[in-house]
């Protein structure tokens, strides 16, 4: 979304492909409890421009209060999101910026010179579409697949990958007596992550939760769910009576077809029996029923191109500083074990860092840049970036790189990175250097 709408607003003639049948990402895709990402851990803040404008428009639209505290201390604020009127008040967005739209149109193959011979010649994006097959002509390409499938299909090289953090499937529970909720927690606060203190929760419309692993331990003991879990993430809504639940996982490829086909059968048994352990152990979710799941199996980490530049480890934990840098992120070290009943790495990231602009180009291959996960990382560092607050940064990004190299026939590899930094700059985005932005 940002990507696209950062390209059209520098001039370019933009089309978003998108496989599914709406707009939105992962956060309308998968239910995505809270977007974060938006600040560091002192508080300063580390996105701005575009999606920035997207909140206030969510805000303006009714389907978001704006940021709101994140009440486990795990990071500063979260983005509640009503998911229904997140994915029209996006699509219209990209209405009103000129951004052309092909829904239902996954991408089959990259062709074209630019290809073969790495150059910024013309490529093509070819699509399987209700009217067929199309091939979509381009300048420059960003791929915000997450998973880098244009890069795979140019043949472009990645970082090997022996381990990858599990895929799931988040779900909502309607129906919930959050007061009786509220009460349970009040009354058990060791079982919740509460790093900044109890938090006050009368009068909120807001709140989320992350613990329950008493219940979920007496749960697994007793059979009720076939998925041993420490503990989960519990986000509620108080007006509408709902709960979107972060607790299914599953050890996946994704970018293996029958992996994931067997993905969406364990994890949608696994989305069954939590419905029964919620109603059967967890105090206000005695009436509750399932409301929602996830449109499709939700992927944390997958391919991770090779780029001109890698994002190490080393550079999330020091807050690193790049003279390329074009974005900005600063979310904790987040990694999920795929074979445990946990985390296999959280780490605090005491202050924001620089993304630079080589870790989203290819260290081979045509003119494609990527944005989100897929980007050039080792694994540590990619589960601080992954963040979606982060990945927007990106795509505003990788959009405006895109729309400078197709309008002056530059590869993005050549761009004149101070005028990309100044062009993004005057559109709001933060990067480079310690962020000056009072805390919050």
């Known amino acids: ?111 074209g010179a630019g290809v073969a011979s790495g150059t910024e010649a013309a490529l093509h994006a070819i699509c399987e579409t209700r009217s067929g097959r199309i091939a979509f002509c381009a300048k420059a390409m960003v791929d915000a697949t997450g998973d880098a499938d244009l890069f795979a299909k140019a043949r472009c090289d990645f970082h090997p990958t022996s381990a990858t953090q599990p895929v799931s499937m988040m779900f909502k529970l309607g129906n919930v007596d959050h007061a009786a909720a509220l009460a349970y927690v009040r009354a058990n606060p060791g079982d919740f992550k509460m790093d900044a203190g109890q938090p006050g929760f009368e009068g909120r419309h807001y709140y989320n939760l992350w613990g329950y692993g008493a219940l979920l331990r007496r749960g697994f003991e007793a059979g009720l769910v076939s998925l041993d879990r420490k503990e989960m993430h519990v986000a509620c809504h108080v007006l509408t009576r709902e709960a979107v639940i972060n607790v299914t996982r599953y050890a996946a490829d994704a970018t293996d077809a029958g992996d994931m086909a067997r993905a969406e059968l364990v994890l949608r048994r696994q989305v069954r029996e939590f419905v029964r352990f919620f109603r059967k152990m967890v105090p206000g979710y005695e009436n ?24 190490t480890d080393d550079d999330v934990r020091s807050g690193r500083d790049f003279a390329d840098a074009v974005a900005r992120g600063g979310f904790p070290i987040d990694s999920h074990d795929a074979k445990g009943n946990s985390m296999d790495g959280t780490e605090p990231v005491p202050s924001g860092y620089d993304i630079p602009l080589g870790a989203m180009l290819p260290v081979n291959g045509p003119n494609l840049i990527a944005a989100g996960r897929c980007i050039s990382a080792e694994r540590r560092a990619l589960a601080s970036a992954r963040i979606t607050g982060t990945c927007m940064a990106m795509g505003q990004a990788a959009g405006t790189a895109a729309a400078l190299s197709a309008l002056s026939g530059i590869p993005m590899v050549d761009l004149d990175i101070t005028q990309l930094q100044q062009r993004l700059r005057e559109q709001g985005a933060l990067f480079g250097g310690k962020t000056r932005e009072p805390a919050i």
């Not at 509750?288 to 939700?298: I, M, Q, Y």
């Not at 944390?300 to 530049?309: C, D, F, L, Q, V």
């Open 288 to 311: 509750t029923f399932l409301s929602a799941t996830a449109s499709c199996v939700g992927v944390r980490e997958s391919r991770r191109i090779k780029g001109r530049a890698t994002l």
């Open 1 to 111: 979304m940002m990507a696209a709408i950062a390209a059209a607003r520098n001039g370019a003639s933009t089309l978003i492909l998108e496989r599914s049948g709406f707009f939105g990402g992962n956060i309308a895709t998968q239910l995505l409890e809270h977007s974060a990402g938006w600040q560091d851990a002192a508080g300063h803040p580390i996105v701005g421009g575009l999606p920035l404008e997207m909140i206030d428009r969510l805000k303006a639209g009714g389907a978001s209060p704006g940021l709101v505290d994140d009440d486990t201390g795990y990071t500063r604020t979260r983005l509640p999101v009503e998911h229904e009127l997140f994915k029209s008040l996006i699509v219209e967005w990209l209405d009103e910026e000129g951004v052309a739209i092909m829904p239902q149109a996954p991408v089959v193959a990259v062709s």
